[in-house]
């Protein structure tokens, strides 16, 4: 009967995988759409097949030492002879982890440099500069070229540089085109760089990867790649159709609650940029605050306060009314 058990628990072990195997969910970092994605997509496989080698020999080697030096029915009284140590295995051990931090290390430190700049084979080309303002829970996009701002959404040009200027209105975000690149922070008063290339027209997901509050969950955003001709259409569709963005509707959509889609004329980049300060011009302390308990309960509470007074008022006057009276009698 137990034989049996162990023989069931071993095949849903084995199964597990192949039924997860049919599955449709893709991880979109393994699904590189870009240069940049690529090379971090290489660096996480080199990384995952290097640190399985090792796991693999370590596990190999301890069954192999645990089965040679087990305890036997016939070792009897044998005790093994003592040993003082071997200096040639006390170096392997210590020259070991430093090979595999060094096998790690030199790929991460090559490819972290590699991302940070415009990629290989686009250097020649100027990139498109979209300043990325984060906001509670909304994400800004201005074009200063093209004087064009957005929310919740980017159309780029498809096998074209971009670079990304980013900060904050308020709160550290994260910035993340999982299929495009790898994520960056943006931070208020000042201003991270992050270059991203599509191959081809297409959508790519976006988001934050920050859950620091209600409402950062839902802070999503769409990428766009479009041909050169189909964004320089978008461009003059916005110039001909978009309103103007003025300094209020500015701050209006700065206050803390979930948007969506919106395209406007001209930047907010004319009144702050917010990497350089400002912010605290547009945030007005009083929306975030969190009342304690229930509305009713506060206003049950309100009223009987004011109960209480009028029935204080009303008691101090009826003594004065009687001491009036007293001294009146006297």
Request: charged share 25%; glycine share 6%; net charge negative.
């Amino acid at each position: 009967m137990k034989a049996m058990k162990k023989l069931v628990y071993i095949l849903t072990f084995l199964f597990i995988p192949i039924f997860l195997a049919g599955c449709e969910s893709k991880l979109l970092v393994f699904d590189p759409k870009g240069p940049i994605a690529r090379s971090l997509t290489d660096l996480i496989v080199y990384s995952i097949i290097f640190m399985l080698v090792i796991v693999i020999v370590i596990f190999v080697l301890f069954g192999y030492i645990v089965w040679k030096y087990r305890a036997r029915k016939d070792d009897g009284d044998f005790e093994p002879k003592e040993e003082k140590g071997n200096h040639w295995l006390e170096i392997t051990w210590f020259t070991i982890p430093v090979i595999i931090v060094i096998a790690l290390m030199i790929p991460t430190t090559k490819t972290i440099y590699e991302v940070e700049d415009v990629p290989q084979g686009y250097e020649e080309e100027e990139p498109l500069v979209i300043h990325v303002t984060s906001a509670d829970w909304k994400w800004i996009f201005s074009y200063p070229e093209q004087d064009i701002e957005t929310v919740n959404y980017i159309n780029i040009p498809a096998d074209h540089p971009v670079q990304f200027k980013m900060t904050s209105a308020g709160t550290m975000q994260s910035f993340w085109v999982p299929e495009l690149g790898g994520q960056k922070y943006t931070m208020a008063n000042m201003q991270t760089n992050l270059y991203l290339v599509a191959d081809k027209p297409g959508s790519f997901y976006g988001r934050n990867t920050s859950f620091n509050g209600r409402g950062y969950a839902h802070m999503e955003f769409e990428v766009q790649a479009q041909t050169q001709g189909d964004f320089n259409e978008w461009v003059n569709d916005v110039k001909t159709t978009a309103m103007d963005l003025t300094e209020d509707k500015y701050a209006e959509i700065l206050e803390p609650g979930n948007l969506g889609r919106m395209t406007f004329n001209k930047t907010h980049l004319e009144w702050v940029n917010h990497a350089h300060g400002g912010s605290e011009k547009y945030i007005d302390p009083e929306l975030y605050e969190i009342s304690h308990g229930d509305e009713e309960h506060e206003e049950e509470s309100e009223d009987t306060d004011e109960q209480m007074e009028e029935s204080n008022t009303e008691v101090k006057e009826d003594t004065s009314d009687s001491t009036d009276a007293d001294h009146s009698h006297h």
